[in-house]
């Protein structure tokens, strides 16, 4: 064991001690010139000690040796030179200065650099737990490579390096402090690399890191309360916080993150604090991934193929693409989302009680998009069974919803707003509204259904394609046009429906379709091509035409007011009034029937046309002209049939040409009508307490009847006859036990 004490003199040459635990000793006499050692220094192995203290100088390079070494360079002494050691736990404490490399090889060693004190060169160490402090005010300038084991990095000081290595193993960086790359200008420093290696790594910063950091495989920690950034004039996309690899990889920032943000495979976390901010891109790899933002991300957030969640409570304003797999993001109320949201693939749900500011887009998949915030921007949902809700009152909806392919529904609660078209493509969609919806629907083919619920407002266009369609309204609709398309559709409404007068506002296209007013319409409906059924229902208005095409049709009118004409085409058509037309009817060939109860009004004209037709009146008719056509027609009155109102308190005559045919008028109350029977075999009977005022024609007769000189007309009068009778060929017999004027 040797030992060597320089006090205030100068060693000038080589020292080489050999094995043994060797001390040397450089310190300054009181009063006397600093120690001076002019040399390189070789100890063998051993645990040997070099103690240069205050404001002492070692020039030169020093080896340790195998051992558990310490070196103590005290406040003010210099070392220039490099420091060597080899196996063994060894101890570097530095309160001065050190301009030379520092290698501890393999053991577990410990490095100390004190405060206001500097270290220029390189530092590494073999395999081993290591350690290496900086304090407040102390300064490292060169890369530092600390090899496999635990390891472990404090500073509070400066470190200025381009590379940080650790290797595989559990290491730890706490930095206080600042670290940025060895190169400066004027404008500030290069990124440091830092490359921690596999094993469960931490880096916490509370100072300012000027790096690109690199983790492997393992669950790597960084918890970030300062400031991370990339070199100097990099936009924040061009600087990199790497952690790869597979692994449960968290991060968590109360602070400032400057640059770009990547994980690889494995569960990642991002926790963004309260006051953190995030300026660079985030991507979280494949895995199931989680960010929790509750400060400010500045970036795109992008995440991989497994099950990602975001939850928000404060402002990102970049995009967010969470990719394939079953994907959330919830923003909740104080939050504030203003890029556009992209999930891929998968069952993905979105809730929104806060504020959306962009396009949202789901792709495919069973995806549910809630908003009880605001949402401003379109929304895309893709093949799947989807469904987009708004969740309460206050809810505001400004743009687009397109549903795609599959079983979708849309459903706006009361006091909630969508301003915005809704498209459906095949499959069943159903649209439910409480609130105001503003814009169009469009849901494509398939059996689709709309609801408008009490008190809810739907301004817009309805457009539905082939399928079994449905629309309910119980409140308020103004449209230019719905049209439901082909197939068996149902309209039933017991609100209001505002559209164009003169214009067709409902159209329900070809199929067997059912139309049920029990409130009030103001415009034109079309029924279309098939068997349609349109009843109006009491104490309710249709203030419009309802027209149908080819089919068996039937219109009832049960105690409500249908303000239009009605006009059926070909087919067994059936027109029943318990309420009150104020309009035209018009049937086209095929056996009709036109029945008037006793509580129902008929004002207008009737044209039923070719076919068997029945008119049968219970009630008031008051028509200027009722017309049948060349087959039978039968009309029997137990009301009262008239003309119009002739302004002075009475009605005109009605003018009923009834044409060819076999036709029958029976009349048992009140008629006041100029009637052509027409060409055929026909009866007029007019019973008891009945009064007819008019005339009657009878044409000519059959052609039967002719040859056989036999009569086929037949006028039967048991009541009030008050009129002409004209008959033709001498084939009309008059049959009278009443009063004939």
Do not use: H, K, Y
Request: charged share 10%.
């Amino acid at each position: 064991a040797d030992s060597i004490t320089n006090s205030s003199g100068v060693i000038t040459g080589t020292i080489n001690l050999g094995n043994g635990d060797n001390t040397i000793t450089n310190i300054r006499t009181e009063g006397e010139p600093p120690a001076q050692i002019v040399g390189d220094i070789t100890l063998g192995s051993g645990e040997d000690t070099i103690d240069n203290q205050a404001n002492a100088s070692i020039t030169g390079n020093i080896s340790l040796g195998e051992g558990d070494n310490t070196l103590d360079n005290a406040s003010g002494a210099v070392i220039t030179g490099d420091i060597t050691a080899g196996s063994g736990d060894d101890e570097v404490i530095n309160l001065g200065t050190i301009l030379g490399n520092v290698n501890l090889g393999a053991g577990d060693n410990t490095i100390t650099e004190g405060s206001s004190e500097t270290i220029v060169g390189n530092i590494t160490t073999l395999g081993g737990s290591d350690d290496l402090t900086v304090e407040s005010g102390g300064n490292i300038q060169g890369n530092i490579d600390l090899g496999s084991g635990v390891n472990t990095i404090n500073s509070a000081g400066t470190i200025q390096s381009d590379t940080i290595t650790t290797g595989t193993g559990n290491d730890t960086f706490s930095n206080t402090g600042t670290l940025e790359g060895l190169t400066a200008d004027s404008s500030g420093g290069t990124a440091a690399n830092v490359n921690l290696g596999s094993g469960t790594n931490q880096i916490d910063n509370e100072g300012t890191m000027r790096v690109n950091i690199t983790t492997g495989s393992g669950g790597d920690i960084l918890n970030n309360s300062g400031t991370l950034t990339g070199a100097s004039g990099e936009e924040a996309d061009e600087a990199a916080i790497i952690n790869r690899g597979s692994g449960l990889n968290q991060i968590t920032n109360s602070g400032d993150i400057l640059a770009a943000v990547t994980t690889g495979s494995g569960a990642d976390s991002l926790t963004n604090e309260t006051g953190g901010t995030i300026n660079g891109t985030v991507d979280l790899g494949s895995g199931n991934n989680q960010i929790v933002n509750d400060g400010t991300i500045n970036a795109n957030l992008t995440g991989g193929s497994l099950n990602d969640q975001l939850v928000n409570t404060g402002s990102i304003t970049g995009v967010v693409n969470l990719g394939n797999g079953t994907n959330s993001v919830t923003n909740e109320a104080s939050g504030n989302i203003s890029g556009a949201i992209t999930t891929g693939s998968g069952n993905d749900t979105i809730l929104n009680d806060g504020t959306i500011t962009n396009d949202v887009s789901t792709g495919g998949g069973n995806d549910t998009v809630t908003v009880g915030g605001t949402l401003t921007g379109n929304t895309t949902m893709g093949e799947g069974n989807d469904n987009f809700v708004t969740s309460q009152s206050g809810a505001v909806v400004t743009g687009n919803i397109s549903l795609g392919n599959g079983f979708n529904t849309v459903s706006n609660v009361a006091g909630a707003t969508i301003n915005g078209n809704i498209a459906g493509d095949a499959g069943l969609d159903n649209v439910n509204n409480a609130g105001t919806l503003t814009g169009n629907i469009s849901l494509g083919d398939g059996p689709n259904g709309i609801v408008n619920s009490a008190g809810a407002t739907f301004t817009g266009d309805v457009l539905t394609g082939t399928g079994a369609d449905s629309l309910t309204n119980d409140g308020t609709i103004n449209t230019l046009s719905i049209n439901l398309g082909g197939g068996a559709d149902i309209f039933n409404n017991t609100g209001t429906v505002n559209g164009n007068e003169g214009t067709v506002v409902i159209n329900m296209g070809a199929g067997d379709d059912n139309v049920i007013n029990s409130g009030t319409i103001n415009g034109n409906i079309d029924l279309g091509e098939g068997d349609n059924s349109f009843v109006e229902n009491s104490a309710t208005t249709t203030n419009g035409n309802i027209t149908a095409g080819t089919g068996n049709d039937q219109v009832d009118i049960t105690s409500g007011t249908i303000n239009g004409n009605i006009s059926l085409g070909d087919g067994t058509n059936s027109i029943t009034v318990d309420g009150t037309l104020n309009g035209n009817t018009t049937a086209g060939s095929g056996d009709d029937t036109l029945t008037i109860s006793a509580t129902g009004l008929l004002t207008g004209t009737v044209n039923l046309q070719d076919g068997d037709n029945t008119i049968e009146n219970a009630g008031t008719v008051r028509s200027d002209s009722i017309l049948g056509g060349a087959d039978v027609d039968i009309l029997t009155n137990t009301g009262m049939l008239t003309g119009s109102d002739d302004g002075e308190g009475g009605f005109t005559l009605a003018s009923m040409n009834l044409l060819g045919g076999n036709d029958v008028v029976a009349n048992e109350s009140i008629m006041q009508v100029d009637i052509l029977l027409g060409d055929g075999d026909d009866i007029l009977t007019n019973a008891t307490g009945a009064m007819f005022a008019g005339s009657a024609d009878f044409g000519s007769a059959s052609q039967l009847a002719a040859v056989q000189g036999q009569p086929s007309n037949l006028l039967d009068n048991d009541g009030d006859f008050d009129g002409d009778v004209t008959g033709a060929g001498g084939a009309l017999v008059i049959d009278n036990a009443g009063t004939f004027n």
